[in-house]
């Protein structure tokens, strides 16, 4: 059983377009977030939702917008996308803010 | 503002050799320490956390340490195999986040 699960794992799009990306674990755990890993292989959080309730929005610009229709769920909107948008986009869950996190396999967004 | 940085950014070893991976962050006001693995187009893999209050955690062939006062954790993998090569993040968790360093990328020649 995956514990958490980001569909799809490849995304190729054009400029302007919008795209989600959707987010599932079944662990239980009460925080969830998006993470952004960039071409130098960076990692930087984007948001974090704790049950439900946006906790961190990092200056990510409101192009990216997450809904969490559950505590299970943390999907992320991507209106008109940008070639700087390009990225590994992984989410992650934790019991609560700051103890031990779980990615899933990651979102590879390439924009042409 | 944390910063967290690993050192070296690139190790390669003949296997069998023990190796310690580096992490330092400027900031001691943590709450734990995580070390991750990442292989090639995947994701991360919890490897070990250290609590705040906790001065290191053991997993098999992995240990790592950690000296919050001086703002350093090591990571030391004894009798190194070919399948651990990967690249290791070290990650600290504060404000309800995990910031992350840059990584060291690590190749175990057989």
């Known amino acids: ?112 | 503002k944390q910063e967290v940085t690993q050192i070296p950014a690139a190790l390669s070893v003949p296997e069998g050799e023990n190796l310690v991976l580096n992490c330092s962050f400027t900031d001691s006001a943590i709450y734990n320490l995580q070390w991750f693995r990442q292989d090639p187009g995947k994701g991360l893999t919890s490897l070990l956390l250290i609590q705040s209050s906790q001065r290191e955690q053991t997993s098999g062939r992995l240990n790592a340490s950690l000296d919050k006062s001086s703002g350093r954790s090591t990571l030391y993998i004894a009798a190194s195999q070919p399948g651990d090569s990967a690249t290791y993040l070290c990650a600290v968790a504060q404000g309800g986040k995990l910031i992350f360093g840059q990584g060291t990328e690590l190749s175990v020649k057989p």
């Open chain 1, 1 to 112: 059983d995956t514990a958490v699960s980001q569909t799809p794992k490849y995304l190729v799009t054009q400029m302007g377009n919008d795209k989600s990306i959707k987010c599932e674990q079944n662990l239980g755990h009460d925080t969830m977030y998006w993470y952004k890993q960039d071409s130098k292989k960076f990692l930087k959080i984007m948001f974090s939702y704790n049950n439900k309730e946006l906790i961190i929005n990092e200056t990510v610009p409101n192009r990216f917008s997450p809904k969490s229709p559950d505590k299970a769920h943390l999907n992320l909107h991507i209106n008109s996308l940008e070639l700087g948008d390009s990225a590994v986009y992984f989410c992650a869950s934790s019991q609560d803010r700051g103890t031990e996190a779980f990615f899933g396999q990651g979102t590879r967004l390439t924009v042409v």
